[in-house]
C-alpha cells in the first residue's frame, strides 16, 4: 500500500480469501467472514424495500445476495451446523469497521467495532 491510499475493499478481501476462506472448513471453528461488498448490497437491498415496507421481500433479496456472494455459506450443505460467528468487513465512506455477530442458541449478539464512533456499540437480540 502506498503511502497517502486508502484502504481498498479489495486489498481486504485478498486478506480475507488467503488467511481463511483457503482453509478447510474444520480450522475455522466455526467461524465465517463475509467479503467487503456483502454489507453495501444487502444495506441498499434493505433501504429500498424499507420504503415500501416490503421486509419479506428484502429478507429473500438478502438471502439471494448471501448465496451470490458468499457461495460457501450454504446451510444445506453445513448440515444445521451453522456458523458461531460471522464477521462482516463495512467501509462507511471514508473509513473501515467491523461488525461481529455471534449467534448461540435462539439468540443472537451484534458488536459492531468503529474507532470513529466511541466504545464499541453491542446489541443482544432474541430469535424466538
Known amino acids: 500500500m502506498y503511502k497517502g491510499r486508502y484502504l481498498r475493499g479489495d486489498v481486504i478481501n485478498m486478506y480475507i480469501n488467503e488467511a481463511f476462506l483457503k482453509k478447510p472448513r474444520e480450522q475455522l ?3 465465517f467472514y463475509v467479503n ?4 453495501t448490497k444487502a444495506n441498499e ?3 429500498r424495500y424499507d420504503k415500501t415496507n416490503h ?3 428484502a429478507m429473500i433479496k438478502i438471502t439471494r445476495l448471501r448465496k451470490s456472494i458468499c457461495p460457501e455459506l450454504h446451510y444445506e450443505d ?6 458461531t460467528w460471522i464477521f462482516v468487513p463495512i467501509h462507511g465512506k471514508n473509513h473501515w469497521s467491523l461488525a461481529i455477530i455471534r449467534l448461540h442458541n435462539d ?3 451484534l458488536a459492531h467495532l468503529d474507532s470513529s464512533q466511541g466504545p464499541m ?8
Not at 78 to 83: A, E, H, R
Not at 121 to 128: A, F, H, L, M
Open 107 to 109: 439468540a443472537a449478539w
Open 78 to 83: 453445513m448440515q444445521g451446523n451453522l456458523p
Open 121 to 128: 456499540i453491542q446489541r443482544q437480540y432474541s430469535t424466538s
Open 29 to 31: 471453528h466455526n467461524m
Open 45 to 47: 437491498l434493505v433501504a
Open 36 to 39: 467487503t461488498f456483502w454489507f
Open 55 to 57: 421486509a419479506e421481500e
